[in-house]
């Protein structure tokens, strides 16, 4: 290896100029045991992150269309005779299908009602998330261009003079 010309000197940047035309950069040293250890574990991490993508996009695309769930609040009596009380059990997520549509067309439709004494349905629902649409269509189709040039037909003097026309014939 050759060593670096001093600075300020056209051999010194003849030398850079030559590294740069070969496209690499000016490879010195070795990699020390932390950088190792640390590229490692940035392999490992592509790796767990690479085999997660699809539940990833999937998680990502639920909050992008929103959500809806539905609830049940099971009703049932703990004790016996004076001590007999009526209680509530936890919402609990509905997972049958029947009861799911049964709950979406009385809250959304003209349906009847699923709820009785026993049992109390409820929907709740998340609007969609516009930071969750951008990221997804942006790592998909690319990030949009915005045009930040603006072009003016007339000169800023004749603008100035029909804005101070504007506010003189609103006053009168």
Same mark, same amino acid.
């Given at each position: ?77 703990? $004790?016996? $005779?004076?001590?007999?009380? &009526?209680? &509530? ?13 049964? !709950? ?39 990030? !949009? ?19 101070? !026309? ?7």
């Amino acid at each position: 290896m050759t060593p670096i010309p001093k600075k300020g000197t056209p051999e010194r940047i003849a030398y850079f100029k030559a590294i740069a035309s070969k496209g690499g950069k000016n490879k010195r040293g070795v990699k020390t045991k932390n950088t190792i250890d640390r590229e490692a574990v940035l392999e490992l991490a592509k790796d767990i992150i690479a085999g997660r993508t699809k539940r990833l996009i999937d998680t990502q695309s639920i909050l992008a269309i929103g959500c809806i769930k539905v609830f049940v609040i099971h009703t049932y009596y703990e $004790g016996t $005779g004076k001590n007999r009380k &009526k209680m &509530k059990s936890k919402p609990e997520l509905v997972t049958k299908d029947n009861e799911i549509v049964d !709950a979406l067309n009385h809250e959304f439709n003209d349906g009847n009602d699923p709820s009785n004494e026993d049992d109390y349905y409820f929907v709740m629902t998340r609007e969609p998330e516009n930071v969750a649409i951008d990221s997804l269509l942006n790592r998909t189709f690319g990030r !949009a261009t915005e045009n930040t040039k603006i072009t003016v037909d007339k000169p800023i003097g004749i603008l100035l003079d029909e804005l101070e !026309a504007f506010k003189r014939s609103k006053n009168a």
